[in-house]
């Protein structure tokens, strides 16, 4: 595979991860432990990373809920 592939290969399987974890938030109240980051800038970019799921989670709701594919129960 090309670097760039790779690059995209991984950046998905993040971007589903965070996303899996907001989730898991939403439904369990169970989050990611940010002070089991001891490094501060590495706390800040994962605090950023989760955020970014939040959004997404959002998003994915979002979208799901204007769908006639999806309905609620
Ligand atoms: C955190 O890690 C970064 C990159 O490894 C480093 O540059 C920085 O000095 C570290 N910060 C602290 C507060 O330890």
């Known amino acids: ?3 760039i592939g790779k690059a995209i290969h991984i950046g998905v399987d993040l971007a589903l991860a ?3 974890l907001a989730g898991i938030k939403r439904n369990t109240g169970l989050s990611f432990k ?3 980051v001891e490094n ?3 706390r800040e970019y994962t605090k950023k990373y989760l955020n970014m ?3 997404m989670y959002d998003y994915a709701v ?3 809920g ?4 999806f309905e609620r129960k």
């Open 62 to 64: 979002a979208t799901c």
């Open 34 to 36: 940010l002070d089991a």
């Open 53 to 55: 799921g939040d959004s």
């Open 18 to 20: 965070t996303t899996c």
């Open 40 to 42: 501060e800038t590495a």
């Open 66 to 69: 204007s769908s006639k594919y």
């Open 1 to 3: 595979m090309t670097f």
